[in-house]
């Protein structure tokens, strides 16, 4: 796990086959009150704890896991990280919330095929992704986390009830598997998604002011060039109209 800046922790995802999100810890130290964004691949939780307690955060101090969204690489291993901190608080955007909620796996596994495919490979049993959510996100709320103002925006097209978290005073911005370094976004053909709608929430996004991108996978990105999510709206254009 590495220090972003002042209150953001980055612990990077181990991929296998298939990706493991990366997990980012959100909030002053000296808050007491810290969030993690996304949990991971099924098998990566204990990884992922590990690497919180090497950089001294104690365990107790994590009161929340925020999910970008609920896709199996990001929400595999929740019930492994649960298990480590039972008292922290699930907080899902609205829509995939309900899924969650009535164990519906069809946004975690996105198709078909592959459901069946990490069944097996992963000996998960149907109802593995059934979770009560503590607080079910809209978009458009402003929270003190940790000592630090963000504000969730509810960006679709990706999935259904994907979110990002920004943070206005430094311009972090954490857009889940919206949009990644190197003019890549995040795919559109699984349940739930849709070209156009990604279009309009990465065209918000370009709106915002960000200088540093923690994206659910690959390279994080500390100096955003100026217009780099309208420039990656324009190159995808003509696939996503
Ligand atoms: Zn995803
Ligand atoms: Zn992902």
Redesign the pocket.
């Known amino acids: 796990m590495t220090k972003v800046t002042e209150g953001v922790y980055f612990i990077q995802g181990q991929d296998e086959f298939i990706p493991d999100s990366h997990v980012y810890v959100v909030g002053e130290p000296a808050s007491e009150d810290l969030s993690l964004v996304d949990a991971g691949l099924m098998g990566k939780g204990d990884y992922k704890i590990q690497s919180i307690l090497g950089m001294d955060i104690s365990l107790e101090h994590i009161r929340r896991i925020i999910m970008t969204?609920t896709?199996l690489?990001?929400i595999g291993c929740l019930r492994e990280i649960r298990e480590r901190i039972p008292w922290a608080e699930l907080w899902v955007h609205q829509i995939e919330a309900e899924y969650l909620e009535r164990g519906d796996d069809r946004t975690v596994y996105g198709m078909e095929m592959f459901k069946s495919m990490c069944q097996q490979q992963y000996d998960l049993k149907p109802g593995s992704f059934s979770f009560q959510v503590d607080k079910k996100l809209q978009g458009g709320e402003k929270l003190t986390l940790g000592g630090m103002d963000w504000e969730i925006l509810h960006i679709p097209g990706?999935?259904a009830g994907s979110i990002a978290l920004y943070h206005p005073p430094k311009k972090i911005l954490i857009p889940?598997?919206v949009v990644y370094a190197d003019y890549s976004i995040?795919r559109f053909d699984l349940h739930g998604a849709d070209a156009s709608t990604l279009k309009d929430s990465l065209t918000r996004l370009a709106d915002l002011e960000v200088d540093i991108l923690l994206p659910?996978h690959n390279r994080i990105v500390k100096n955003l060039p100026p217009g780099y999510i309208m420039d990656t709206v324009n190159q995808w254009g003509p696939y996503l109209a």
């Open positions: 969204h896709h690489d990001h990706h999935s889940g598997d995040g659910g």
